[in-house]
């Protein structure tokens, strides 16, 4: 099925995240599952890939409602296009294709803010070198502190966006969903004639679809909520930034400013406007976030039975409009990083003009100027962990998102 | 421009809410908005509605991102299909075009909305009445407390739709939002010559779009805030309806029913299913609103200078979103309610078996049978209430939703 | 029973909410409610507002966990205090007592609210006038926009701080509960011998405690989540003046301070510092406010049966924080808006310093210095709303609260 | 300083946590954390452990407002105690010390979750062997569905509490905070004569405290946001089995039932009640967890410069509050576990009077009775999962939470 770039006019910015997680990437995950379960049970590769078109799915979302999720109508369909549909979905139960389904949208989700994390980690390495002496005040509260170098600002900055990394990746290894009607692998075992068997299929359709393997997770959303807690680890991260560039490009400051690029930036009445665009969206991200994961663990907390009664369903819309906002928002701050201004002299002015009060805890304490204290170690700390976690980890991360 | 339904494979029922707040909703409400403001600027009446196509609308929000949002580029088109665009948007900032925009969304929001809590009520009103003296077992804590009838629990339903409703009349009336740039009508006042003339094309593009008038409002976001809390009201009550009619269809339980549709409760893999889906997904849109609302206070909460770096954005989608679910649960309860089956023998029954637990409080009061209390007085009052809004203030509201 | 000044460590600024919800507060208001029903059925005025003292609380509080609710244990106490408790707590249910508690403790909240509230308006209204001429940036996206005032920008807080007043006194009219064991005032109904007279019971008893009269709510929790929403549309009006205050107090702004105390805003390591701890303290409300009322939202929409098993108890501590949190931030605001500090001049000099950028639109129009559009007329505007609440529905609102 | 429990009427429950995170808790974990910090700096062992008095908290606690933070009237009243203060606090910033309380409180809650998890685990162990082969109806959205057994439903229960377990280990291993004014170490390295030595400071007063060592954090939140996640997440597990519990304990399923305790469940009207208190309060735990995440995130994604202006202070109460209440939820789980009530005979009257429909799949499949699946060997997975668990990395978690 052909895949078409989505855009919301009222998420500026959400073309960036391309298809990912759109209804026509949900359904063909969904048949992906199907199609891989298909494979371990007939023990031939098929490819049901071809079979729904993209005029599908608006009838495929409207007849959702009947069964209360997509699963139910997608089989009717690839039934009515098969012929003879065989084994297809044989033992499964709609949450083992549908979970398994968000799974890959997930790992799609996953792999797309590596990259995006990857080339800020780039660029922020690049801007705390780089601006490692670069002398500025710091502010505390508001109100001018001591003084700082452009580059430890930044160094902090990375400190957010490697933990983000960190916690994103120990939340990515999502794992494969089957368990049937209730969780026991019943049908999956009367199809397969023995418990073992049954569990061997779930881990040749797990292999086939690069997923860890899991005892059945039906009602314990720990993989979920996790997930989603990380996505707004990353976007707490790169708000942090948003906030300091936004601060920084205030005209009294003008320490910092967007790069600017043909047609950004422009108001509807004003010709002197140059808006801070991209740091306004993505801090408008970071403020959205987090009440998207606590839907996530509302639904987790009303679990019950089996199967819930309406908090599985709260799932996957959320779960979608927090995977594409927080890849939109990864785009843009990488964007954002790749292309800042830095105005050392105007910091230097400042700094001087909030002399000698910034200098205040320096006098207390009887020491030379420049009041750096450990600067060059912190940021050389800093740029030692991203080096060896891209080295390393960062590797092995990257296979599991694969 | 034409308007197609939308429709959402991960929220089944979507559709119900057909083309509310999408895309082209949007921009055909921003049409109008400027267009009733170029009406009163130039004493003539204009058609802009056929200036802008379907095809339009992915070019339209790809480009919103360059300056932030989406009244720039609809203006460049808009400006580039008329050739002599004259005074269209003089004086105008985007804030004023996209608030007004969104509260002639949310006033279609609204009416959809009336008309489901409506039919809801007379839904309501009929079930109390004929149940008022249908006994069964009253439950607290999930156990066993005293006998009421089924009426009064459908009238405890009614007071919280008669609740919502009254919440959201008081929150529907929501005005014009026109301050130019930085909220003084500097621009406006400049064409218009003088600051009251100014006001009174404020007041007149107001009557034309039939909105309140306002003193600008774009950093103090209280109508907004107050509406989103509205939709939230109501689907806490639809929430509570559907909490008990999915306890009260529990097998073991067995007492209400959701009327059967065609095809409507399947599974994917047991045939002896039959899901209460409606109140299934009327219980999804409730746990998921009200992180919505928060999302609305926590923009409103950060809003600074004369435009928010940020949560002004948050708030376009948050309001679509929160729109069009609370329309889509509000027809699920509508239907919901209007098929309801009442096992009438299955309560008498459980409420015998709860015998003679049930009727301790009883006993201590040396009461007689039934221990029904105020009930009917109760029920007439509820009543009452549902009658008298619905023919005094009700037409009103509805008048104001038009 | 006394009640003594509660204190937060970790909430600076608690104090001032003085012994608001305390759980001293809340005991007294229980015993009220049982006092006024006791009167109500003996007819004998009876004082039991002795009988709990401060050394008390500790038990109680640990003994509710065994009922789930503190009115057990509470009734337990009474009644070993008592010798001959007589009619005591006849017919009422626990939720009875506890939720007319909660409501006397918010009426409590309203009185102090709207105290603070009213100062503010007052601080405003002189600020709006005397800055009427004042003349500022205008700011939007972090970014000079066209020239303003700063009586402009008071007059866009006073609409916010009258919005919030307004929905306030809307959510204010709290109703008694009394419903009985279910709902239908069966227990009532029993002693009083008919429905009617049971009936008059809760109304007397609602006119003693100045509540207004209503059919029971025990799952139709909409006075409750309309009173939180209320108290979180309060914080975010403070919210928005606050960050203003925080942009205008950056050493690099300068347009706006604190008014000083003594040893307030100090560091403890940096001898230079004065931070502008209100508002900080402010902001930190209106950020931690709205998943408060969220929390009640999703607790009214988990109701279910009769009375619900467990979203009923999450209501008590979050309407006691919010209630406690919300009282502190007003009492901040109006401190810190009365001892403002405005810098005309440094406001003069940063638009000077923005031109002639910041009149890019003026020259636009071809408009005439100064360019302040309506200011005069919104301002006057807004004054008069000020006015004319605070003189006719303010004193309304006064009484409802008392 | 003695420490007293707490107790929260509101919170039914609450002195489970005892002295957890209570004002004299924090001051205390401030003052060692101002004491580790000077004895390595002076080299010299020092005890001030005994300089506040529990009658200095009200007093500390009001004055903390004028800061904005605790440290500042604490380095006042421990200066007025020492006579001579030396190095106290030398170099150090309130965020320094405070955030390393919260740390050590944190840590504190760690150790008591993990004590009360074991308790779980053990519990859901012996349940989900000794019920294995129970069989019981399995239920999904609300429906039966097919039969299961009670020890798969309990090693469903499981897998959450793992789960959890899991990612709150992950999140334990919170690091010291200390840079410094603005995060540079500029003041310990003045003290120190050196960046390298300054470090070693830092080092060594982690080593005291048993605490991790991490570059300064300040403005770099997801060490506390990971970890309020984590605290959801359990809570999250727990509410899963308090719903399985509510709707088992219903008197129409019959199906489970909380063990029974002198006093517990009682009603304050009705004789005959017996309400599963327990899992009401667990619930309600899980249902307010969720905000209080949020809450945190939302600060981390509004941080700014080297200290913001308000999210910082946000953060203090929430993390006392989720502690607290998670930590009563996890004991109330434990002992709700361990007393747990199990009626195999009315699970197989159910089981029975479910058919034929409940066995419609098998029967498509023409599979044989019992129709279990994989049962034995999920549940042995799980069990093989948590007894690994336990020996292994358990007690290394349990080291560093210590």
Redesign the interface.
């Known amino acids: 099925m052909p895949q078409q770039?989505l855009?919301?006019?009222?998420?500026?910015?959400?073309?960036?995240a391309g298809d990912l997680f759109g209804?026509a990437a949900?359904?063909a995950a969904m048949v992906r599952v199907e199609q891989a379960w298909l494979h371990t049970l007939s023990g031939t590769p098929v490819d049901l890939s071809g079979l729904v078109e993209p005029d599908d799915?608006?009838a495929?979302?409207?007849e959702?409602?009947?069964?209360?999720?997509?699963?139910?109508p997608l089989?009717a369909l690839l039934r009515s296009r098969l012929g003879d549909a065989g084994l297809l979905?044989a033992?499964?139960?709609?949450q083992d294709?549908l979970d398994t389904a968000l799974v890959l949208c997930l790992r799609e989700t996953t792999g797309r803010l590596l990259d995006e994390v990857a080339a800020q980690i780039e660029a922020l390495c690049e801007l705390a070198d780089r601006h490692r002496d670069t002398p500025m005040a710091?502010?505390?509260?508001?109100?001018?502190?001591?003084?700082?170098?452009f580059g430890?600002?930044v160094?902090?900055?990375l400190?957010?966006v490697l933990?983000?990394r960190?916690?994103l990746a120990?939340a990515a290894d999502l794992p494969i969903q089957i368990g049937?009607?209730?969780?026991?692998?019943?049908?999956?075992?009367?199809?397969a004639g023995a418990?073992?068997r049954?569990?061997d299929w779930v881990a040749r359709t797990a292999a086939e679809l690069g997923l860890a393997v899991r005892?059945?997770?039906?009602?314990?959303?720990?993989?979920f909520?996790?997930f989603a807690?990380a996505l707004?680890?990353c976007?707490?991260?790169w708000?942090?930034i948003?906030?300091?560039v936004?601060?920084g490009?205030?005209?009294?400051?003008g320490e910092i400013a967007e790069g600017t690029?043909e047609?950004?930036?422009?108001?509807?009445?004003?010709?002197?406007?140059?808006?801070?665009?991209l740091?306004?969206?993505?801090?408008?991200a970071?403020?959205?976030?987090?009440?998207?994961?606590?839907?996530m663990?509302?639904?987790?907390?009303?679990?019950?039975?089996?199967?819930?009664?309406?908090?599985w369903?709260?799932e996957?819309?959320?779960l979608?409009?927090l995977s594409r906002r927080t890849v939109v928002a990864g785009s843009q701050t990488a964007e954002l990083l790749s292309g800042l201004t830095v105005n050392a002299a105007r910091m230097a002015r400042?700094l001087d003009a909030?002399r000698p009060?910034?200098d205040?805890?320096?006098r207390?304490?009887?020491?030379d100027a420049p009041?750096?204290?450990?600067?060059?170690?912190?940021i050389d700390?800093?740029l030692a962990r991203a080096a060896r976690e891209s080295s390393g980890r960062g590797r092995a991360d990257r296979r599991t998102a694969r």
Chains 1, 2, 3, 4 share one sequence.
Request: glycine fraction near 10%.
């Open positions: 770039a855009s919301d006019l009222l998420w500026p910015g959400d073309a960036r209804d949900v359904v799915l608006p495929l979302a409207e959702s409602e009947a069964s209360g999720n997509p699963v139910v089989l979905h033992g499964l139960t709609s294709v710091g502010r505390t509260l508001t109100q001018h502190a001591v003084p700082i170098t430890l600002k160094a902090g900055w400190t957010g933990d983000a960190d916690v120990a049937g009607a209730a969780g026991s692998l019943a049908a999956p075992t009367a199809l418990p073992g049954a569990r005892e059945p997770w039906h009602t314990a959303r720990a993989p909520t996790r807690d707004v680890t976007s707490d991260a708000g942090k948003a906030n300091d936004l601060v490009s205030r005209p009294e400051v690029a047609g950004r930036g422009g108001s509807s009445t004003m010709p002197n406007k140059r808006n801070p665009v740091a306004v969206l993505v801090r408008r970071a403020l959205a976030a987090p009440p998207l994961a606590a839907t663990h509302v639904a987790a907390a009303n679990a019950v039975d089996e199967r819930p009664d309406g908090s369903h709260v996957w819309a959320t979608r409009t400042t909030a009060g910034i205040a805890e320096q207390k304490f009887g020491a009041y750096r204290g450990a600067t060059d170690d912190i700390a800093v």
